[in-house]
Nanobody, 123 residues
Framework: QLQASGGGLVQAGDSLSLACAAS????????MGWFRQAPGKEREFVAA????????YYGNSVKGRFTISRGNAKNTVCLQMNSLKPEDTAVYYC??????????????????WGQGTQVTVSS
């Protein structure tokens, strides 16, 4: 029900945009988030956008470089990634949780997950 796309191989300093398309149900009342997981590491919170006001939240490592946005139909969410660094290399997952969770950064509160898309940043 969540399909992530847009990953690829880029060089340090480049930009990349990820998209997550939701289907099968209406996600207008769902907050959406992006997480990433590098080999041997835990899943890390990247960004989230609230279901109602569209408030955005970011992990410390991506603040000022990444921007999360939502489509008008609220069934798509994008992650614009600028000034990419090698440490941004990971599989990126989109996720959805109904309404506003207690903690946007906690992966355990999300109900739906996409399959992940690989982002590789070379130095």
């Amino acid at each position: 029900q969540l399909q992530a796309s847009g990953g690829g191989l880029v060089q340090a300093g480049d930009s990349l945009s990820l998209a997550c398309a939701a289907s099968g149900r209406t996600f207008s009342s769902y907050s959406m988030g992006w997480f990433r997981q590098a080999p041997g590491k835990e899943r890390e919170f990247v960004a989230a956008i609230s279901w109602s006001a569209g408030n955005a939240y970011y992990g410390n490592s991506v603040k000022g470089r990444f921007t999360i946005s939502r489509g008008n139909a609220k069934n798509t969410v994008c992650l614009q990634m600028n000034s990419l660094k090698p440490e941004d290399t990971a599989v990126y997952y989109c996720a959805a949780v109904e309404y506003g969770p207690t903690s946007y950064g906690d992966p355990r509160v999300y109900d739906y997950w996409g399959q992940g898309t690989q982002v590789t940043v070379s130095s």
